[in-house]
């Protein structure tokens, strides 16, 4: 199996392993097991530089994930164009709280506010935050179609959804370019959303492959990356060790 890989039918290559920032940006109201300073800018920077170096070329952001967007904006001036960068839309954290916002002028209004953040003219891919009702959102809110019009107007490559339930996941399926789910040693529910995607040809992002911390890092990749239809691991972590370890073993599992 190949390193770089195709995000379903969108066009755009994936590395296995994308580098989730949510740890670059924010450290309260998270599900961690233990707590965490977050990096200055000389170490995110080397994080980031040891990414790419790595192979890395997918970034895992949001709107709510804290300074992330504004920090990478900065951070990743002049290399736009080596990065794969996913945002999101529908969830704000703010004063340590979440709210969520699907409507389509927000949708319109967080998308611009990610370009300019991050310093760019065009998201490679854009995935609304849900808050759990996945199917609510699909159905009552207009927020696909939001991103899909965006899309049409060119400022972004690709749109989807980071689901929470097994219904939702299928539904985003037959109206997204791209599919987020959990997919681990300890939460395989959401295997028959990415079943479905790998025959309708969408995008995979796993997120929690390593159960946020919780699982072996070997065999947590290769249940996710043995997956037909799994396009990219987003495996969130601030260290730079952890990160080539990470790497070796996806290496690891895409030679054998
Ligand atoms: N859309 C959504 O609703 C949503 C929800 C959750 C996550 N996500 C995305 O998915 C990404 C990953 O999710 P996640 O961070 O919850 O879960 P994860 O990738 O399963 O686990 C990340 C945790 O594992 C640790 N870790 C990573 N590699 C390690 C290694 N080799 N040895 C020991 N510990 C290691 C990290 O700590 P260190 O920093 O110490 O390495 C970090 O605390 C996030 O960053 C985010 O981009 C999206």
Redesign the pocket.
């Known amino acids: 199996m190949s390193w770089l890989r195709p995000l379903g039918s969108t066009g755009i290559q994936v590395s296995a392993l ?6 670059l940006g924010r450290n309260q109201g ?5 707590g ?1 300073t977050l990096p200055d800018d000389a170490s995110a920077t080397h994080l980031l530089d040891r990414a790419r170096a790595l192979g890395i070329n997918l970034l ?3 709107p ?2 804290g300074s992330s967007e504004e920090r990478l904006g900065q951070l990743l001036a002049g290399q736009r164009q080596h990065w794969v960068i ?1 945002s ?1 839309v529908g ?1 704000e954290f703010e004063q340590g709280q979440s709210r969520f916002d699907f409507s389509p002028q927000h949708t319109r209004a967080s998308v611009l506010r990610s370009l300019r953040r991050l310093r760019t003219d065009v998201l490679d891919i854009v ?1 609304v ?2 808050d759990g009702d996945d199917l609510q959102i699909i159905e009552r809110m207009g927020t696909l179609e939001a991103l899909a019009q965006l899309k049409a107007e060119g400022l972004l490559r690709a749109y989807g959804m ?1 689901t ?1 339930t097994v219904a939702g996941g299928l539904a985003a399926a037959s109206v997204c370019d791209v599919v ?1 789910l ?1 997919y ?1 040693l300890q939460q395989r529910e959401e295997l028959p959303v990415l079943e479905r995607c790998y025959q309708l040809r969408r995008g995979v ?11 072996p ?1 070997d065999t ?1 990749l290769a249940l996710v990356l043995a997956q037909p239809g799994t396009s990219a ?7 730079p ?6 790497v070796e ?1 996806a290496r690891r599992v895409l030679d054998s």
């Open positions: 994308g580098l989730g920032t949510v740890k998270l599900r961690y097991a233990t965490f895992d952001t949001a709510a994930y996913c999101k969830e995935l935050h849900s980071s929470k987020m959990t681990n992002l796993v997120k929690k492959a390593l159960g946020s911390g919780q699982l890092v947590g691991a987003v495996v969130g972590t601030i260290d060790a952890h990160l080539q370890a990470d073993a």
